[in-house]
Protein backbone atom coordinates (compact mmCIF):
# COMPACT_ATOMS: atom_id res chain seq x y z
CA UNK A 1 0.00 0.00 0.00
CA UNK A 2 1.19 3.35 -1.12
CA UNK A 3 1.65 5.80 1.86
CA UNK A 4 -0.96 8.27 2.28
CA UNK A 5 1.87 10.66 2.58
CA UNK A 6 2.74 10.19 -0.60
CA UNK A 7 1.90 13.45 -1.84
CA UNK A 8 2.53 15.47 0.75
CA UNK A 9 4.99 17.74 -1.02
CA UNK A 10 2.49 18.84 -4.34
CA UNK A 11 -0.27 19.05 -1.42
CA UNK A 12 1.68 21.68 1.09
CA UNK A 13 3.15 23.23 -2.52
CA UNK A 14 -0.28 23.80 -3.42
CA UNK A 15 -1.76 24.93 0.13
CA UNK A 16 1.34 27.18 0.32
CA UNK A 17 0.68 28.78 -3.14
CA UNK A 18 -2.75 29.18 -2.28
CA UNK A 19 -1.37 31.09 1.00
CA UNK A 20 0.22 33.51 -0.56
CA UNK A 21 -2.12 33.98 -3.69
CA UNK A 22 -5.00 35.47 -0.64
CA UNK A 23 -5.71 39.15 -0.87
CA UNK A 24 -7.20 40.33 1.65
CA UNK A 25 -7.79 39.09 5.41
CA UNK A 26 -10.89 38.40 4.88
CA UNK A 27 -10.37 35.91 1.86
CA UNK A 28 -7.57 34.46 4.70
CA UNK A 29 -10.46 34.08 7.39
CA UNK A 30 -13.09 32.56 4.89
CA UNK A 31 -9.95 30.28 3.43
CA UNK A 32 -8.91 29.49 6.81
CA UNK A 33 -10.79 26.13 7.36
CA UNK A 34 -9.93 24.80 4.31
CA UNK A 35 -6.55 25.02 4.77
CA UNK A 36 -5.08 23.99 8.15
CA UNK A 37 -8.72 23.56 9.85
CA UNK A 38 -10.91 20.17 10.02
CA UNK A 39 -12.12 20.85 6.31
CA UNK A 40 -8.31 21.00 5.31
CA UNK A 41 -6.47 18.51 3.43
CA UNK A 42 -3.97 18.34 6.13
CA UNK A 43 -7.49 17.11 8.42
CA UNK A 44 -7.83 14.60 6.15
CA UNK A 45 -4.59 12.90 5.81
CA UNK A 46 -4.22 13.14 9.29
CA UNK A 47 -6.97 10.55 9.93
CA UNK A 48 -5.91 8.40 7.13
CA UNK A 49 -2.57 7.92 9.17
CA UNK A 50 -5.26 5.74 11.53
CA UNK A 51 -4.76 3.16 8.88
CA UNK A 52 -1.03 2.39 8.74
CA UNK A 53 0.94 0.31 10.84
CA UNK A 54 1.87 1.56 14.50
CA UNK A 55 5.82 1.31 13.25
CA UNK A 56 4.96 3.79 10.56
CA UNK A 57 2.49 5.97 12.30
CA UNK A 58 4.86 8.04 14.44
CA UNK A 59 7.35 8.70 11.56
CA UNK A 60 4.12 9.58 9.02
CA UNK A 61 2.68 11.35 12.49
CA UNK A 62 6.12 13.46 12.77
CA UNK A 63 6.13 14.38 8.68
CA UNK A 64 2.65 15.49 8.74
CA UNK A 65 3.03 17.84 11.93
CA UNK A 66 5.92 19.31 10.49
CA UNK A 67 4.36 20.08 7.10
CA UNK A 68 0.97 21.62 9.06
CA UNK A 69 3.41 23.55 11.07
CA UNK A 70 5.00 24.85 7.78
CA UNK A 71 1.58 25.81 6.46
CA UNK A 72 0.31 27.38 9.55
CA UNK A 73 3.19 29.29 9.78
CA UNK A 74 2.74 30.05 6.79
CA UNK A 75 -0.45 31.25 7.03
CA UNK A 76 0.14 33.49 9.61
CA UNK A 77 2.87 35.41 7.75
CA UNK A 78 0.24 35.98 5.13
CA UNK A 79 -1.82 37.44 7.84
CA UNK A 80 0.47 39.95 9.16
CA UNK A 81 1.67 40.99 5.56
CA UNK A 82 -2.10 41.69 4.89
CA UNK A 83 -3.01 43.20 7.70
CA UNK A 84 0.39 45.41 7.85
CA UNK A 85 -1.28 46.32 4.38
CA UNK A 86 -4.28 47.12 5.47
CA UNK A 87 -3.32 49.26 7.81
CA UNK A 88 -1.21 51.23 5.55
CA UNK A 89 -4.37 51.47 3.32
CA UNK A 90 -6.52 52.71 6.01
CA UNK A 91 -4.13 55.43 6.99
CA UNK A 92 -3.52 56.43 3.80
CA UNK A 93 -7.25 56.54 2.92
CA UNK A 94 -7.57 58.87 6.59
CA UNK A 95 -4.58 61.01 6.39
CA UNK A 96 -5.27 64.75 7.00
CA UNK A 97 -3.29 66.27 4.08
CA UNK A 98 -2.78 69.42 5.15
CA UNK A 99 -1.26 70.66 1.75
CA UNK A 100 -4.57 69.94 0.66
CA UNK A 101 -6.41 72.13 3.09
CA UNK A 102 -4.08 75.07 1.99
CA UNK A 103 -4.86 74.83 -1.28
CA UNK A 104 -8.84 75.08 -0.94
CA UNK A 105 -8.84 77.92 1.52
CA UNK A 106 -5.87 79.91 0.19
CA UNK A 107 -5.21 78.89 -2.78
CA UNK A 108 -1.32 77.18 -2.60
CA UNK A 109 0.99 78.26 -3.56
CA UNK A 110 -0.28 81.89 -2.14
CA UNK A 111 -1.60 84.43 -4.69
CA UNK A 112 0.12 87.99 -4.61
CA UNK A 113 -1.74 89.74 -1.86
CA UNK A 114 -3.77 93.25 -2.13
CA UNK A 115 -4.36 96.31 -0.05
CA UNK A 116 -7.38 95.75 2.16
CA UNK A 117 -10.71 96.99 1.76
CA UNK A 118 -10.06 100.07 4.17
CA UNK A 119 -6.81 101.49 3.00
CA UNK A 120 -7.86 100.75 -0.77
CA UNK A 121 -11.00 103.46 -0.17
CA UNK A 122 -8.91 105.53 1.87
CA UNK A 123 -6.55 106.13 -1.79
CA UNK A 124 -9.76 106.19 -3.59
CA UNK A 125 -10.92 108.89 -1.23
CA UNK A 126 -7.62 110.88 -1.04
CA UNK A 127 -7.20 110.97 -5.10
CA UNK A 128 -11.01 112.15 -5.12
CA UNK A 129 -9.61 115.52 -3.03
CA UNK A 130 -6.26 115.61 -4.90
CA UNK A 131 -8.66 115.71 -8.28
CA UNK A 132 -10.46 118.94 -6.87
CA UNK A 133 -7.16 120.70 -5.54
CA UNK A 134 -6.91 119.34 -1.66
CA UNK A 135 -3.24 118.37 -0.19
CA UNK A 136 -3.67 115.12 1.90
CA UNK A 137 -2.15 115.69 5.63
CA UNK A 138 -1.42 112.99 8.85
CA UNK A 139 -1.97 113.84 12.02
CA UNK A 140 -0.94 111.66 15.48
CA UNK A 141 -3.57 109.09 16.68
CA UNK A 142 -2.55 109.54 20.40
CA UNK A 143 -3.60 113.00 21.14
CA UNK A 144 -3.98 115.72 24.50
CA UNK A 145 -7.29 116.31 25.42
CA UNK A 146 -6.02 120.06 23.88
CA UNK A 147 -6.63 118.93 20.15
CA UNK A 148 -8.99 116.10 20.64
CA UNK A 149 -11.61 118.72 22.87
CA UNK A 150 -10.48 121.86 24.14
CA UNK A 151 -9.22 123.91 21.23
CA UNK A 152 -12.20 122.30 19.00
CA UNK A 153 -14.11 124.73 21.79
CA UNK A 154 -14.91 121.54 23.88
CA UNK A 155 -13.83 122.60 27.23
CA UNK A 156 -14.21 120.24 30.05
CA UNK A 157 -16.91 118.45 31.15
CA UNK A 158 -18.96 120.24 27.93
CA UNK A 159 -21.84 118.33 27.47
CA UNK A 160 -21.09 117.72 23.81
CA UNK A 161 -17.79 115.42 25.23
CA UNK A 162 -20.77 112.95 25.09
CA UNK A 163 -20.82 112.75 21.71
CA UNK A 164 -17.31 110.98 21.98
CA UNK A 165 -16.98 108.00 24.31
CA UNK A 166 -13.03 108.28 24.92
CA UNK A 167 -10.60 105.99 25.23
CA UNK A 168 -8.27 107.71 27.97
CA UNK A 169 -4.17 106.72 27.93
CA UNK A 170 -2.47 106.79 31.05
CA UNK A 171 1.21 107.83 30.75
CA UNK A 172 1.11 109.09 34.32
CA UNK A 173 1.72 112.76 32.84
CA UNK A 174 -0.38 115.66 34.18
CA UNK A 175 -1.72 116.26 30.69
CA UNK A 176 -4.83 114.09 30.09
CA UNK A 177 -4.11 112.04 26.97
CA UNK A 178 -6.41 110.24 25.22
CA UNK A 179 -7.34 108.42 20.96
CA UNK A 180 -8.21 111.05 19.31
CA UNK A 181 -12.06 109.87 18.62
CA UNK A 182 -12.05 111.75 15.53
CA UNK A 183 -10.10 113.26 12.86
CA UNK A 184 -10.74 116.68 13.98
CA UNK A 185 -7.61 117.46 15.94
CA UNK A 186 -6.02 116.86 13.16
CA UNK A 187 -7.09 120.41 11.75
CA UNK A 188 -5.99 122.22 14.70
CA UNK A 189 -2.29 120.89 13.93
CA UNK A 190 -2.56 121.88 10.18
CA UNK A 191 -3.67 125.33 11.26
CA UNK A 192 -0.68 125.44 13.30
CA UNK A 193 1.57 124.41 11.06
CA UNK A 194 0.39 126.79 8.26
CA UNK A 195 0.65 129.47 10.72
CA UNK A 196 4.33 128.78 11.87
CA UNK A 197 5.51 128.45 8.17
CA UNK A 198 2.76 131.18 6.41
CA UNK A 199 1.56 128.22 4.16
CA UNK A 200 -2.27 129.92 4.79
CA UNK A 201 -4.39 129.19 2.25
CA UNK A 202 -5.06 125.58 3.42
CA UNK A 203 -7.14 123.07 1.02
CA UNK A 204 -6.05 119.61 2.96
CA UNK A 205 -7.72 116.21 3.82
CA UNK A 206 -6.16 114.26 6.20
CA UNK A 207 -7.21 110.70 6.31
CA UNK A 208 -6.88 108.35 9.78
CA UNK A 209 -7.55 105.88 12.61
CA UNK A 210 -9.75 107.04 15.03
CA UNK A 211 -11.12 105.12 18.03
CA UNK A 212 -14.52 105.32 20.30
CA UNK A 213 -15.55 103.15 23.19
CA UNK A 214 -18.22 101.99 21.49
CA UNK A 215 -19.52 97.93 21.21
CA UNK A 216 -19.10 97.17 17.47
CA UNK A 217 -22.08 96.23 15.66
CA UNK A 218 -22.91 96.16 12.35
CA UNK A 219 -22.60 99.90 11.36
CA UNK A 220 -19.81 101.32 13.88
CA UNK A 221 -16.74 99.96 15.04
CA UNK A 222 -14.66 100.77 18.36
CA UNK A 223 -11.36 101.38 15.61
CA UNK A 224 -12.75 103.18 12.70
CA UNK A 225 -11.32 105.66 10.19
CA UNK A 226 -12.40 108.84 9.20
CA UNK A 227 -11.39 111.49 6.34
CA UNK A 228 -11.06 115.20 7.43
CA UNK A 229 -11.65 118.03 5.13
CA UNK A 230 -10.15 121.91 6.43
CA UNK A 231 -10.62 124.51 3.79
CA UNK A 232 -8.85 127.88 5.49
CA UNK A 233 -9.20 130.86 2.99
CA UNK A 234 -10.30 134.09 2.45
CA UNK A 235 -14.47 134.84 1.75
CA UNK A 236 -15.21 130.96 1.87
CA UNK A 237 -19.00 130.41 2.17
CA UNK A 238 -21.43 127.60 3.16
CA UNK A 239 -21.98 127.28 -0.74
CA UNK A 240 -18.04 126.56 -1.16
CA UNK A 241 -18.69 123.79 1.64
CA UNK A 242 -22.16 122.40 -0.14
CA UNK A 243 -20.33 122.56 -3.78
CA UNK A 244 -16.90 120.47 -2.50
CA UNK A 245 -19.00 117.98 -0.54
CA UNK A 246 -21.59 117.23 -4.08
CA UNK A 247 -18.65 117.00 -6.25
CA UNK A 248 -16.86 114.49 -3.93
CA UNK A 249 -20.26 112.77 -3.65
CA UNK A 250 -20.69 112.79 -7.44
CA UNK A 251 -16.81 111.19 -7.92
CA UNK A 252 -17.11 109.07 -5.32
CA UNK A 253 -20.20 106.91 -5.57
CA UNK A 254 -21.62 107.89 -9.17
CA UNK A 255 -23.33 110.80 -10.55
CA UNK A 256 -26.49 108.97 -9.65
CA UNK A 257 -26.07 109.30 -5.89
CA UNK A 258 -27.05 112.78 -4.57
CA UNK A 259 -25.45 114.85 -0.99
CA UNK A 260 -27.68 116.72 1.37
CA UNK A 261 -27.04 118.65 4.10
CA UNK A 262 -29.14 118.85 7.32
CA UNK A 263 -28.31 120.99 10.18
CA UNK A 264 -27.07 119.64 13.19
CA UNK A 265 -24.30 120.58 16.51
CA UNK A 266 -20.64 120.45 16.56
CA UNK A 267 -18.89 122.70 18.92
CA UNK A 268 -16.18 123.41 16.40
CA UNK A 269 -18.25 124.17 13.00
CA UNK A 270 -21.15 127.13 13.10
CA UNK A 271 -23.21 126.41 11.56
CA UNK A 272 -23.12 122.87 11.67
CA UNK A 273 -24.58 120.06 9.46
CA UNK A 274 -24.86 116.57 9.14
CA UNK A 275 -23.94 115.08 5.47
CA UNK A 276 -25.98 112.36 3.89
CA UNK A 277 -26.19 110.34 0.78
CA UNK A 278 -28.49 108.43 -1.15
CA UNK A 279 -28.48 105.47 -0.25
CA UNK A 280 -27.28 103.12 -2.18
CA UNK A 281 -28.48 99.85 -1.52
CA UNK A 282 -31.83 100.87 -2.44
CA UNK A 283 -30.88 103.98 -4.40
CA UNK A 284 -33.01 106.51 -2.60
CA UNK A 285 -36.38 104.20 -2.33
CA UNK A 286 -36.01 103.61 1.23
CA UNK A 287 -34.94 100.22 2.76
CA UNK A 288 -34.02 98.71 6.07
CA UNK A 289 -30.50 99.86 5.86
CA UNK A 290 -31.55 103.20 5.63
CA UNK A 291 -34.30 102.95 7.83
CA UNK A 292 -36.81 103.91 4.72
CA UNK A 293 -35.56 107.47 4.48
CA UNK A 294 -33.82 106.69 1.06
CA UNK A 295 -30.71 108.56 2.99
CA UNK A 296 -27.67 107.29 4.50
CA UNK A 297 -25.61 109.69 6.90
CA UNK A 298 -21.86 109.52 6.20
CA UNK A 299 -20.28 112.98 8.56
CA UNK A 300 -20.92 116.18 9.94
CA UNK A 301 -19.83 119.50 8.88
CA UNK A 302 -19.57 122.76 8.85
CA UNK A 303 -18.65 126.83 8.77
CA UNK A 304 -15.23 126.74 11.07
CA UNK A 305 -16.17 128.13 14.47
CA UNK A 306 -14.42 131.74 15.70
CA UNK A 307 -13.77 129.66 18.89
CA UNK A 308 -11.46 127.69 16.93
CA UNK A 309 -9.35 130.44 14.70
CA UNK A 310 -8.77 132.23 18.21
CA UNK A 311 -7.93 128.39 19.78
CA UNK A 312 -4.58 128.39 17.23
CA UNK A 313 -4.41 132.34 16.94
CA UNK A 314 -5.74 132.88 13.78
CA UNK A 315 -7.43 136.38 12.89
CA UNK A 316 -11.23 135.51 11.82
CA UNK A 317 -11.83 138.76 10.85
CA UNK A 318 -9.27 138.01 7.79
CA UNK A 319 -9.65 133.71 7.48
CA UNK A 320 -12.91 131.84 7.13
CA UNK A 321 -13.49 128.13 6.50
CA UNK A 322 -15.01 125.03 6.61
CA UNK A 323 -14.51 121.07 7.74
CA UNK A 324 -15.50 118.02 7.42
CA UNK A 325 -15.49 114.52 8.65
CA UNK A 326 -16.88 111.35 7.35
CA UNK A 327 -16.18 107.66 8.23
CA UNK A 328 -13.89 106.11 5.38
CA UNK A 329 -15.34 102.35 6.90
CA UNK A 330 -18.66 103.97 6.21
CA UNK A 331 -17.99 104.88 2.54
CA UNK A 332 -16.66 101.02 1.55
CA UNK A 333 -20.25 99.88 3.40
CA UNK A 334 -21.83 101.91 1.00
CA UNK A 335 -19.71 101.67 -1.87
CA UNK A 336 -19.64 97.81 -1.31
CA UNK A 337 -22.71 97.31 -0.07
CA UNK A 338 -21.11 95.51 3.04
CA UNK A 339 -24.19 94.54 5.58
CA UNK A 340 -21.95 94.38 8.90
CA UNK A 341 -18.69 96.49 8.94
CA UNK A 342 -17.42 94.05 11.47
CA UNK A 343 -16.38 91.73 8.52
CA UNK A 344 -14.03 94.65 7.61
CA UNK A 345 -11.73 93.68 10.51
CA UNK A 346 -12.46 89.69 11.03
CA UNK A 347 -9.98 89.61 7.94
CA UNK A 348 -11.60 85.87 6.67
CA UNK A 349 -9.84 85.43 3.81
CA UNK A 350 -13.27 84.56 1.83
CA UNK A 351 -14.60 88.36 2.95
CA UNK A 352 -10.96 89.81 2.01
CA UNK A 353 -10.49 87.98 -1.80
CA UNK A 354 -13.56 89.70 -2.96
CA UNK A 355 -11.72 92.65 -3.61
CA UNK A 356 -8.42 91.76 -5.00
N1 LIG B 1 -15.45 115.26 13.94
C1 LIG B 1 -16.86 115.11 13.78
C2 LIG B 1 -17.25 113.70 14.22
O1 LIG B 1 -16.46 112.84 14.20
C3 LIG B 1 -17.28 115.32 12.33
C4 LIG B 1 -17.05 116.73 11.86
C5 LIG B 1 -15.85 117.07 11.26
C6 LIG B 1 -18.03 117.69 12.03
C7 LIG B 1 -15.66 118.38 10.80
C8 LIG B 1 -17.82 118.99 11.61
C9 LIG B 1 -16.64 119.30 10.97
O2 LIG B 1 -18.37 113.48 14.65
Known amino acids: MTSPLANLQSQIDELLARIASLESLEALRAA ?34 GARRHVEIALEDRRVELAREERRIRLQADRLDLGDVVVQSVRWPA ?51 GMW ?38 HSVMPGRCYRRDTPDARHLATFHQIEGLVVDRDITFADLAGV ?12 IESRL ?3 YF ?13 TICRGDGCRTCSQTGWIELGGCGMLDPAVF ?9 WSGFAFGFGIDRCAQMRYQIGDMRALIENDVRFLGQFS
Request: hydrophobic share 35%; with cysteine.
Open 262 to 264: RPA
Open 267 to 279: PFTEPSAEFEITC
Open 32 to 65: EPSLTGKRSVLSSLQKSLGGLAPEERSDAGATLQ
Open 165 to 202: DTFYVDLGEPETVVLRTHTSPTQIHLMELALAQEALPI
Open 245 to 256: IETFTRSYFGSD
Open 111 to 161: TVGHRGLVPSTQRELEDVFVGMGFTVADGPEVESDWYNFEALNIPPAHPAR
Open 310 to 318: SAVGLDADE
